[in-house]
């Protein structure tokens, strides 16, 4: 077997037609996923996972291998369709990323399966993360702002402010930073765009239809051009390792990210001016654009 097409710059060999029942779509989805990743499938795969038929079991194996043919061959001794070497994913669904996200979905709530595709798994640790607070009343109230262009006051805790205060917000967008979840908002009292963590919220009320302001939120609209280098205090072997674990080519990578969280980017890449200090082995990367990045944090 191969490798997912994102690893070796191959598309998906996805000729899926049109009027295909979405039923059989996900099962055709299914049929790639096991190939890829057990390296088999047979008929009573689908007939447990999907509690199926046998008959329909047998039609969905037939009707992939019409888009396929390449991909699966019959093992007779085994009575199982087996992977071939010239294997190539039908479905973004079966890529490497999909497959390892499945895995630590699992590892860290096994009883929640996410709807994944996994059969056989290898052994996975995830390192233990730690829970912040969310309030579901809030984060609903959120999500109704955002979705009916309005407002909703809060009483906002934060480093300076601990106890909390009043303010009115207009949010328009979620926000993830790998650590935390965000909501992006116009905030009426400080009459800006800023981010607000929905773990300080401590209450939220929605209060009505306001103007619809994400066009205005200039930081939130601009794409910045982040270019990466490996981190030139590296010996030129360990230069050309970071460059092959981030797939940098001729010298440099090129990101592109929101103005209004490249503060979160440069963070989770050890780049903030603050980590700066740390040994090059530390760090790995090395900003090429700093100066211009710097003059928009």
């Known amino acids: 077997m191969v490798d997912d097409p994102k690893s070796?710059?191959?598309?998906?060999?996805?000729?899926?037609?049109?009027?295909?029942?979405?039923?059989?779509?996900?099962?055709?989805?299914?049929?790639?996923?096991?190939?890829?990743?057990d390296g088999q499938i047979n008929r009573s795969s689908l007939t447990d996972f999907f509690g199926i038929s046998v008959p329909q079991a047998s039609l969905d194996i037939t009707e992939y291998s019409k888009l396929s043919p390449d991909n699966l061959k019959y093992d007779k001794r085994a009575r199982t369709y087996r992977a071939t070497y010239s294997y190539r994913p039908v479905y973004p669904s079966s890529s490497t990323e999909r497959y390892l996200e499945d895995l630590i979905r699992v590892a860290v709530q096994p009883e929640v399966p996410y709807g994944s595709f996994l059969g056989w798994q290898p052994p996975v640790a995830a390192v233990p993360r730690l829970g912040r607070r969310l309030n579901a009343d809030v984060v609903g109230e959120i999500i109704r702002a955002i979705r009916e262009t309005g407002s909703v006051e809060v009483i906002y805790q934060s480093m300076t402010d601990p106890e909390g205060s009043e303010r009115r917000l207009t949010p328009h967008a979620l926000v993830h930073d790998g650590n935390r979840w965000h909501t992006r908002a116009y905030c009426h009292k400080r009459n800006q765009f800023r981010d607000f963590s929905l773990t300080r919220i401590k209450l939220a009320r929605y209060v009505g239809p306001d103007e619809e302001r994400a066009s205005k939120d200039t930081d939130w609209n601009s794409v910045v051009d982040v270019i990466l280098t490996a981190h030139p205090g590296l010996s030129p072997?360990?230069?050309?390792?970071?460059?092959?674990?981030?797939?940098?080519?001729?010298?440099?990578?090129?990101?592109?990210?929101?103005?209004?969280?490249?503060?979160?980017?440069?963070?989770?890449?050890?780049?903030?001016?603050?980590?700066?200090?740390?040994?090059?082995?530390?760090?790995?990367?090395?900003?090429?654009?700093?100066?211009?990045?710097?003059?928009?944090l």
């Open 8 to 37: 070796t710059g191959e598309q998906p060999t996805n000729t899926i037609r049109q009027g295909v029942r979405w039923g059989q779509e996900r099962r055709l989805e299914f049929i790639d996923y096991r190939l890829r990743w």
């Open 237 to 296: 072997a360990k230069r050309r390792l970071i460059e092959s674990d981030y797939s940098i080519e001729n010298g440099e990578m090129h990101i592109k990210c929101r103005q209004a969280l490249l503060f979160y980017l440069l963070f989770q890449l050890n780049l903030t001016n603050d980590q700066a200090g740390q040994k090059p082995e530390v760090i790995q990367l090395s900003l090429k654009n700093r100066e211009e990045i710097n003059s928009l």
